[in-house]
DNA sequence: GAGCACTGC
């Protein structure tokens, strides 16, 4: 191994962070257990004292800053400030303690250890929000967790979250688009706000950037004069992560292909490492499919050498019980290797696993906003990307880090953060939430990290031509208020809206929650003939929408059955979910008094409907074309009609799409056949070049 | 006849 590994100079986990501004504390994970503690080492770095975790934090809360940046790697001691927050009586008189994740796990997942941390039940003093789940109880719940998406949500009802006294924000490094959008927020609530407590919790690398975000210049020279006013310097706690050492160790010279460099890296680490699981970042499905294999085939070859290994593939695309594999207690005299895509950075954590192979490469989408595309490229990650990988090492024991790149590389090459998702996004759906939000100068908007000029007057120009936005770029009545209620995509909110003009809103809410998933259908590798076979005895010739209707009807009427699904190659989990999303459309709708109808056996309606909300996607079969090929209204782009659309190799002459994938061409997924008049029907402005010049009010 | 990193409301 000596031959191709470098031992690495870097620590994968950052201590501390410099400050030359004064009002940074640190907290030692050794610090003592009562009482402020001191870290020799960190003061004669910083000449500043070390709290104890929980007095620190009750320190700045009571006492100095408004914002908190909590900088920490992995250390899981965000659970406890919740806790040191309510007995400090932060949650008292009716005011709420609300704690974000990004994700719906990990909400659920947090607040459980609250909950018995503290010795209640969860869903009373300690409960949780996520979508189609509300375990809280009004005026009993003082700490409540939910997804930052959900209190986006209710600042459309509440926009300064006046129920809450404190917000604290966790996986803030993450830079999901929501978190963004609530970082940008939570800053504009503060001014009104000034007794409301913030607490950001993001990895270290990042919480530099975070302080600078919240430390508004301005007001804090205004309040200078006065003493009594909240100190706006965001306070910055580092904590030290509870994770073990992992010693990192990067190629000696760049090499080829990292798929062979990780394949051979699994060898020679089950060759000469003790027992331990390994852990494999690669980049997507066909990767990963590939490494299993060729692991296995040398697993035969050399019996000696590589027997005894268990190889296991780990990305959403798996069916739920192949997933649950990778969580199976390894059998004696086995060593696990699970080869993942991402989702084993964030999403998902293995126990046992001692040994990270990181291939410095995922798979990212990119937006163009000039094709309005978007693409998913191989990528190179970024350091923060790469520690978090080779955390994930050192959750049992010491471990080791294989980085399949030079450390050359990843000092002078790699960027430190990933670029956010804002980003490199297409920015309908957010545009429209703060224009709910009442925020009407969107591109002077204060965002963590801007985005493109052209995606935010891309995204103005969509809403404007769905009728969502009139020409002062202001929400329309109702339908640009109904639009951003609704929890969808906004291209499927007015196809739903539609439909009640149309007279068919029981059929389009079942075609707009299948269109909200991923895919309704399994991946059937190796059994494509019986696959194909399965999806014909639902195909319908106005294609993919009407498709997935007889689909939902043949489920409702197995009685939801789970052997239905797995006979007909369908993906029983998101069945279930569809069922839940067209029961929550359903009561949206109701709400807007509009009364659920069906059109029956008469398609054109919903297909009027449909071509309502995706007029823009329309193509047109390229004249005397051989291959299929189609051109978009829009921008005569090159498209073609997926392979697993039921009309590949219909071909019929207009087609609506409700997504591209792009990879050697740019496939229309979702494809439905239309009349063009349809078109001019449902956009005539759109199809007449008679729009305004769009850049004017903004 | 080809392919889907990952979340979320």
């Known amino acids: ?18 400050d030359e501004e004064g009002g940074v504390l640190f907290v030692s994970a050794s610090a003592s257990s009562s009482g402020f503690g001191y870290s020799t080492l960190e003061r004669q770095r910083q000449r500043l004292p070390v709290f104890k975790y929980r007095t620190a934090i009750l320190y700045l809360v009571e006492n100095h800053a408004t914002t908190i940046i909590v900088g920490e790697t992995g250390s899981g001691k965000t659970t406890q400030i919740p806790q040191f927050l309510k007995e400090a009586g932060w949650a008292e008189g009716g005011r709420i303690i ?22 209640v039940k969860l869903g009373e003093e300690v409960g949780y929000t996520i979508r189609f789940e509300d375990v809280t109880n009004p005026g009993v719940t003082m700490i409540k967790f939910l997804t930052d998406g959900v ?23 993450e830079r999901s688009i929501s978190t963004d959008i609530l970082l940008g927020l939570l800053k504009k609530i503060q001014r009104r706000r000034p007794e409301l407590r913030l607490i950001i919790s993001s990895a270290t690398i990042e919480a530099r950037s975070m302080s600078n975000f919240f ?17 706006t310097v965001p306070a910055i706690l580092s904590v030290e992560g509870k994770g073990f050492t992992v010693e990192i160790y990067y190629l000696e010279e760049p090499c080829s292909s990292y798929l062979q460099a990780a394949v051979d890296t699994v060898l020679s680490i089950h060759d000469k490492e003790p027992v331990g699981d390994i852990l494999v970042f690669l980049t997507g499905q066909d990767d990963i499919d590939a490494a299993v294999q060729l692991i296995n085939e040398n697993a035969q070859d050399h019996r000696s050498h590589s027997s005894g290994l268990l190889v296991l593939p780990l990305y959403s695309g798996l069916s739920r019980s192949d997933q649950d594999l990778i969580f199976a207690p390894t059998p004696k005299g086995k060593r696990k290797v699970v080869i993942s895509t991402n989702i084993a950075e964030t999403s998902l954590t293995l126990d046992g696993v001692v040994y990270v192979v990181d291939s410095g490469f995922s798979k990212q989408r990119f937006y163009n906003p000039i094709t309005d595309i978007e693409n998913l490229v191989v990528a ?8 978090q990988r080779a955390g994930r090492a050192g959750r049992v024991r010491p471990g080791k880090c294989f980085r399949l790149y030079t450390e050359e590389y990843f000092m002078k090459e790699m960027s430190a953060e990933a670029i956010p998702e804002m980003q490199r996004s297409n920015l309908v759906g957010s545009v429209i939430q703060l224009k709910s ?75 707009a929650a299948v269109l909200s998933m991923q895919s309704i259908w399994v991946s059937a590798r190796g059994v494509q003939k019986e696959f194909d076979e399965a999806k014909l005895r639902f195909a319908a010739a106005e294609g993919d929408h009407v498709t997935y209707l007889n689909v939902y009807k043949g489920f409702i009427q197995s009685g939801k059955s789970s052997q239905w699904c797995y006979k007909n190659y369908i993906n029983y989990h998101a069945m279930k ?38 007029f823009a996607n329309s193509c047109h079969l390229e004249a005397y074309s051989q291959n299929g090929m189609y051109k978009t209204i829009r921008h005569s ?32 997924r979702n494809v439905m056949a239309i009349d063009p008049d349809w078109l001019i029907e449902a956009a005539p402005h759109f199809y007449q070049h008679k729009r305004p010049n769009l850049s004017a009010p903004f």
């Open 380 to 387: 190179p990650i970024s350091k923060a990307s790469a520690r």
């Open 637 to 668: 782009q090159e498209v073609f009609i997926h392979p697993s659309s039921v009309l590949f190799r219909v071909n019929p002459k207009w087609v609506i799409y409700h997504s591209l994938v792009s990879t050697d061409k740019h496939y229309m």
């Open 577 to 614: 979910k569809v069922v839940d999303i067209r029961e929550q459309l359903s009561k949206l709708l109701k709400r807007f008094g509009m009364s659920l109808k069906s059109c029956e056996r008469d398609t054109q309606k919903l297909r009027k409907a449909i071509v309502a909300g995706f």
């Open 1 to 18: 191994m000596s031959k191709f590994w470098k031992p690495g100079t870097e620590r994968p986990r950052s201590s501390l962070i410099d």
């Open 98 to 119: 609300a704690c974000t994740q990004p994700r719906r796990l990990a909400v659920q997942s947090v607040s459980a250890r609250v909950a018995e941390e503290m010795g």
């Open 437 to 511: 939000l009442g925020i009407d100068n969107i591109l002077g908007f204060d965002w963590p990290a801007s985005p493109p000029p052209e995606s935010m007057v891309r995204a103005l120009e969509v809403l404007y031509s769905l009728g969502v936005l009139d020409e002062d770029a202001k929400l329309t009545s109702p339908t640009g208020f109904q639009v951003a209620e609704i929890p969808l995509d906004p291209m499927i909110s007015k196809m739903i809206l539609s439909a009640n003009t149309y007279e068919c809103t029981e059929e389009i809410i079942i075609i």
């Open 151 to 173: 209190l986006l949500r209710e600042m459309m009802d509440d926009p300064l979250l006046t129920k809450y006294s404190v917000i604290m924000v966790d996986e803030a490094h």
């Open 215 to 231: 430390h508004d210049r301005k007001r804090n020279q205004g309040d200078a004069a006065n003493d009594s006013a909240p100190n």
